[in-house]
């Protein structure tokens, strides 16, 4: 039984920290898919532009983790140059 002073401690178990490049492509995928999808059928110029920011912020965040991308309208996909 723990005394009135004892504090419970977290232990947190080691974790891996290695991403590989095949697992953030296809998360960033998954993420523009849906985007494409939620807007696909709205002329709203607000819809659009929201899309593009989305795509946007996409497009950065693989360049965070050094991958060189861009955004292929027809496919609605990123496009993993290097």
């Known amino acids: 039984m723990k005394g009135k002073?004892?504090?419970m401690s977290i232990r947190r178990e080691p974790h891996c920290?290695?991403?590989l490049r095949?697992?953030?492509?296809?998360?960033?995928?998954?993420?523009?898919?849906?985007?494409a999808g939620?807007?696909?059928f709205t002329d709203?110029?607000?819809g659009r532009a929201y899309q593009e920011g989305f795509r946007d912020a996409l497009l950065a965040i693989a360049l965070a983790f050094g991958i060189?991308?861009?955004?292929?309208?027809?496919s609605q996909r990123l496009v993993i140059l290097g």
Request: hydrophobic content about 35%; cysteine-free; overall charge negative.
């Open 17 to 19: 920290s290695i991403f």
């Open 5 to 7: 002073g004892d504090r």
């Open 68 to 74: 060189s991308a861009s955004y292929s309208e027809t």
């Open 38 to 40: 939620a807007l696909r």
């Open 44 to 46: 709203d110029p607000r």
């Open 22 to 35: 095949e697992d953030i492509r296809n998360a960033l995928n998954a993420a523009a898919a849906t985007n």
